[in-house]
């Protein structure tokens, strides 16, 4: 089972970008999918989570700016970033946890992507 994150960057504030979670071994529509990210100095942070049937849940703090996404032919799922500011500045990981409950808590989560860093200029 392998996550793979990329499409992160060096971006200005005010701009977007879509990162991009490409699972294999494993098939999306059986999982909670999520995207956290963790800042220099911080602890993870949970943003969104999306599962088959229902409507995505985000975090309270990018409510509004952040779409969660899935695209289950390719396997992929995606989260949109607009409205970037300096503060989003981090690494942003995706993971998958078995079974269809959504939950914000990272440990529950089975499988992590390595990362994509994300950088936003002022």
């Known amino acids: 089972v392998q996550l793979q994150a990329y499409g992160g960057g060096l971006v200005q504030a005010g701009g977007s970008l879509r990162l991009s979670c490409a699972a294999s071994g494993l098939s999306l529509n059986n999982y909670l999918t999520g995207w956290f990210r963790q800042a220099p100095g911080k602890d993870r942070e949970f943003l969104a989570a999306?599962?088959?049937?229902?409507?995505?849940y985000y975090a309270d703090s990018v409510k509004g700016r952040f779409t969660i996404s899935t695209d289950n032919a390719k396997n992929t799922v995606y989260l949109q970033i607009d409205s970037l500011k300096p503060e989003d500045t981090a690494v942003y990981y995706c993971?998958?946890?078995?079974?269809?409950?959504?939950?914000?808590?990272?440990?529950?989560?089975?499988?992590w992507g390595q990362g994509t860093q994300v950088t936003v200029s002022s």
């Open positions: 993971a998958a946890k078995y079974g269809l409950a959504y939950t914000t808590l990272e440990y529950q989560y089975d499988y």
């Open positions: 999306s599962r088959r049937t229902t409507r995505p």
